[in-house]
T-cell receptor, first 114, second 116 residues
């Protein structure tokens, strides 16, 4: 079975500071990993994904994430946070192979303070 | 990026009535579509997976007779909540994927269902 853990319910960061949203995963095989962002009363917007290749993945809006196989982590990062980055962030994983759906973490609310 | 639409965005209905929610992939053909339910301040809970032309696969605990899913074409899936009750009130989000599991899932904007 696959699962995702987002250990922080809430992350607060000052505007202009770097931000990190943590994610660890568990799959039986190799993972496909995704980050999505959700604004209030909206669906999810795709940020970035890791399938294979370079462990550092760059995505939309200046976000990036680093795949660490030994630590089974896929933390989301941004060098300089903006107030407009404030939203709910979801990490998701899917096991390679088959028609398996994404499994989501519980979400982390990011608040960027001006 | 790929665009997924949902209609309606918000619906209020009386208890006992049925509500249909449409999900469309606007600029790609979706071999697989997913329906999720999200409770306030919680994560997305997968309800069912559907492939075009075949029956949906429901997750454990999801009543297939209550939540009817039809994936009639490569661009349209519908979720019908039958005999809705107040506890069915939730945010329903659909998602679509072009092809194999390496593809990204794109999400619709969601439908807020309120059952009075």
């Amino acid at each position: 079975a696959q699962s995702v853990a987002q250990p922080e319910d809430q992350v607060n960061v000052a505007e202009g500071n770097p931000l990190t949203v943590k994610c660890t995963y568990s799959v039986s095989g190799n993972p496909y990993l995704f980050w999505y962002v959700q604004y209030p009363n909206r669906g999810l917007q795709f940020l970035l994904k890791y399938i294979t290749g370079d462990n550092l993945v760059k995505g939309s809006y200046g976000f990036e994430a680093e795949f660490n196989k030994s630590q089974t982590s896929f933390h989301l990062k941004k060098p300089s946070a903006l107030v407009s980055d404030s939203a709910l962030y979801f990490c998701a994983v899917r096991d390679i192979g088959g028609n398996t759906p994404l499994v989501f973490g519980k979400g982390t609310r990011l608040s960027v303070i001006a | 990026g790929a665009v997924v639409s949902q209609h309606p965005s918000r619906v209020i209905c009386k208890s006992g009535t049925s509500v249909k929610i449409e999900c469309r992939s606007l600029d790609f053909q979706a071999t697989t579509m997913f329906w999720y339910r999200q409770f306030p301040k919680q994560s997305l809970m997968l309800m069912a997976t559907s492939n075009e032309g075949s029956k949906a696969t429901y997750e454990q605990g999801v009543e297939k007779d209550k939540f009817l899913i039809n994936h009639a074409s490569l661009t349209l899936s519908t979720l019908t909540v039958t005999s809705a009750h107040p506890e069915d009130s939730s945010f329903y989000i659909c998602s679509a994927r072009k092809g194999p599991s390496t593809d990204t899932q794109y999400f619709g904007p969601g439908t807020r269902l309120t059952v009075l």
